[in-house]
Every structure is written in C-alpha cells, then in structure tokens.
C-alpha cells in the first residue's frame, strides 16, 4: 500500500523541517510529539518502513499544526491506517496484530483528542439518527466529539465531570502545544440541571466502566426526564465502558434502532456506534 504525505504547502513543509531540526525547541512546545518520535525510535513498528514514516510524519504535522491545518487532526493522523478486519473497520496500519509504535501513539492520540475515533461518516450517522434534535454529551472530556458535531451543523451542549480546561482530569491531562478543549464543556452541575429536560439525544461516548456509575445515573435523569434517545459509543457489557446498570437499562426499557456500519475503531478496542431509542 502507498502511504503518501499529508497535503502541504512548502512554507509547512519548512516549519515542520525546522522544529524537528530544533529538539530542544520540540520538546519544550510539543512534549508530547518529542515523546513520541523518541519512543518510536526504540518500538518495533509495521514492518513497512514508508508506511512508518508516513504515520510519523502525518502525527508531526496534525500534532503540531492544529486546527490550523485541520479541523479534525485526530482523524486525519489516522485515516490512511484504517483497513476491514472481521467486519470492523479498525486502524492497524494493515496489520490485523497492529504494532508496538501504533499503540504508543494511540495512547498519546486518545489523550490528546479521545478515546473514539469521530470519522466523518459516523458523524453522518449520528446526524441522521438525531434528526433535528441537539445533542446533550456527558462525559466530554476535551469537547472533541462536540466540536465535530457541531462542525457538522448540529446543536451540542457537552459536560464533564472534571473538564480539562478548568480542573485536573487524569485521562486529558494538559500539556503544551495541545488544546484543553475543543468545545465549551460544562460541569456536573450543568449537565444536572441541563438533564431535567429532554428536548435532546443524550451522547454518552466512552463513558468510564470498571464499575463507574456515571453512565447508569446519566441515563437514569434522562429517562427521569422523558428522554427516547440516546447515542452510545463504547464497548458492549464487560468490556471497559458502562456499568452493569446501565446495560440491564437499556436491555430492560430500550430497543437497539441503529448501529453505525463504518465506525472506525483502534484494533485494540472493541467498541461500536449504537443508536437506542426507548421501548
């Protein structure tokens, strides 16, 4: 597969030769992009030396260009890596194993924007599923699904229980050269008081599991209110998402109406696009 080089003009081009030329320079305005290229140096990688460099380059590039080069950097790291492997599309840069320097940099890219992948299709899906009705998000994190919905045209209110650019969140911790948030994200108390209606689609995507109970109580006030609904992005039951609660909910009140076909995961995490609606 011929891996080609994100679309650049040449003055980019030269910034991105002269910060990597200046390591001092990268690692003080992009931490988290020194990180990386340093680890992947001693991490095995595809086996594919172009395809390699080419991921390296487009996480250089996006990482450190923002939204000035892109409006959805997260996507377009990966894109060119997402390949079928059972039904699923995954990205593992063609390897159905993936490789050491790709889960590194998952972990830096989930850290960095989240923990889904938003590609432009399943934003699609999600429009259609909602049809004119906001979306109301808990669990936001850095506001980068929001953003992209609301990119999209949609209506997206987002909360948090710790948002990353007014509390310390230890799943989208700060860092230079990063943005806290990519959309205005709310507090708990918001989110709260905003439940009490249910003029809107309730967006959960990774809500915490391991017992956590955010996800179980955020549909409890939704149903409370009236809500018929809900967007969920996450692994099924036992997985690392959504508490026990919360899918004997949805198993007991509501009906699975769609499932997004072209959501794009990492291949080491099995989580899907679901749309519900109430029974």
């Known amino acids: 597969m011929a891996y080609k080089r994100p679309t650049m003009t040449s003055a980019r081009w030269d910034e991105i030769v002269a910060l990597l030329e200046d390591e001092q320079r990268l690692e003080v305005e992009y931490p988290k992009v020194a990180e990386y290229l340093d680890m992947a140096s001693r991490l095995s990688g595809s086996g594919d030396r172009d395809a390699d460099t080419a991921f390296d380059l487009r996480f250089v590039h996006y990482m450190t260009g923002g939204s000035a080069v892109s409006s959805n950097p997260y996507w377009d790291i990966v894109e060119p890596f997402v390949s079928e492997y059972e039904g699923r599309r995954v990205v593992d840069g063609g390897r159905a194993g993936g490789n050491a320097r790709l889960a590194y940099a998952q972990v830096l890219l989930q850290a960095a924007y989240a923990y889904a ?5 399943t934003i699609e899906w999600m429009s ?7 979306i109301v998000e808990m669990g936001a994190g850095r506001g980068y699904w929001a953003a992209q919905l609301s990119r ?4 997206v209110e987002a909360y948090d229980v710790e948002p990353p650019d007014k509390t310390t969140n230890v799943s989208f911790p700060g860092a230079a050269g990063q943005v806290d948030a990519w959309h205005p994200v709310g507090d708990l108390e918001g989110f709260v008081s905003r439940a009490q209606t249910a003029d809107h689609v309730l967006f959960l995507c990774w809500p915490p599991g391991w017992g956590n109970k955010m ?3 955020a549909l409890t006030a939704f149903e409370e209110a009236g809500g018929e609904r809900l967007i969920y992005i996450g692994e099924p039951k036992g997985g690392k998402t959504g508490n026990d609660a919360f899918f ?3 198993a ?28």
Request: net charge negative; hydrophobic share 40%.
């Open 252 to 279: 007991a009140r509501w009906r699975l109406d769609s499932v997004d076909p072209h959501f794009v995961s990492w291949w080491t995490e099995g989580d899907i696009a679901q749309g519900w609606v109430r029974s």
């Open 128 to 134: 259609a599923f909602c049809a004119d009705l906001p």
């Open 215 to 217: 996800s179980s109580e």
């Open 117 to 121: 992948i938003p590609s432009p299709q």
């Open 152 to 155: 999209s045209g949609l209506t």
């Open 248 to 250: 004997d909910a949805l």
